[in-house]
């Protein structure tokens, strides 16, 4: 990629996302529930961010909020300076196009597309010349450490690889804000170790907003902050001790 390690885009303590008293509340026939009571966190760029906690207590709807997949029932979300809730349908799809990337738990690949492929697809919705996606496809490949297998099928890679594809393609587009769904949930040990490895670099070498959410506890000791989540409310904000953020530089 173009921005050197040394030199990463934001500093830590800039704040990218924000939310204010988010409510969002689901209705089934007669019965309601509330899966956010109204949460105020930030979230900082330059730091990889951790929302914790069991499945159901609304951390991926946070997510979805936070990104702009969803609308919050009352509350404001801002995401880098524009308030979410100001923009149309076709403005929000054009905000996650130009500044935001996602990576889910299924990988959300094409079985038809080499890796190549697949991390090209998103940047030929930017303008981009075709020289450019393809030197920005290539080297989001290598960063990720899959520059020998981008002509593999996804049929050929194993599970980490397709989420390091999947990654790649988020990478690609050089997003202030990167959102995570459960990125290792179908990966085995080493993956996931591999897998939170690359996110929490791309945090830190480009200056990104990396936004995790995770019931996984390896991922705990390798964010900067961790937010544990229950039954729709923010228990805890904290650091943990052996978050690279703790560390001598």
Do not use: W
Request: charged content about 20%; hydrophobic content about 40%.
């Amino acid at each position: 990629m173009s921005m050197p390690a040394s030199a990463p885009t934001a500093s830590a303590t800039t704040v990218t996302l924000q939310a204010r008293s988010v409510r969002k509340t689901f209705t089934s026939g007669r019965i309601e529930s509330t899966v956010l009571h109204d949460l105020t966190i930030d979230v900082h760029a330059g730091a990889l961010t951790l929302i914790s906690g069991p499945s159901g207590c609304g951390k991926s709807t946070l997510l979805a909020i936070l990104s702009g997949l969803q609308r919050a029932d009352a509350g404001q979300v801002r995401a880098l300076g524009h308030d979410l809730s100001h923009l149309g349908m076709r403005e929000l799809e054009s905000f996650r196009l130009q500044h935001t990337g996602f990576v889910f738990q299924g990988f959300n690949l094409f079985p038809a597309l080499t890796a190549l492929e697949q991390v090209e697809l998103p940047l030929s919705y930017l303008g981009l010349a075709k020289d450019v996606v393809r030197k920005r496809a290539m080297e989001s490949l290598e960063e990720v450490g899959l520059g020998p297998r981008m002509k593999l099928l996804p049929a050929e890679l194993s599970g980490g690889e397709k989420q390091r594809v999947a990654i790649a393609r988020a990478l690609a587009k050089q997003p202030e804000l990167l959102f995570a769904d459960e990125p290792t949930s179908a990966l085995d040990a080493a993956n996931g170790q591999v897998v939170i490895d690359i996110l929490h670099r791309i945090a830190r070498t480009h200056g990104t907003t990396v936004l995790c959410v995770s019931h996984d506890p390896r991922l705990v000791h390798h964010a900067d902050r961790v937010l544990a989540m229950e039954d729709g409310r923010i228990l805890s904000d904290h650091v943990p001790p052996s978050s690279p953020t703790n560390e001598p530089r």
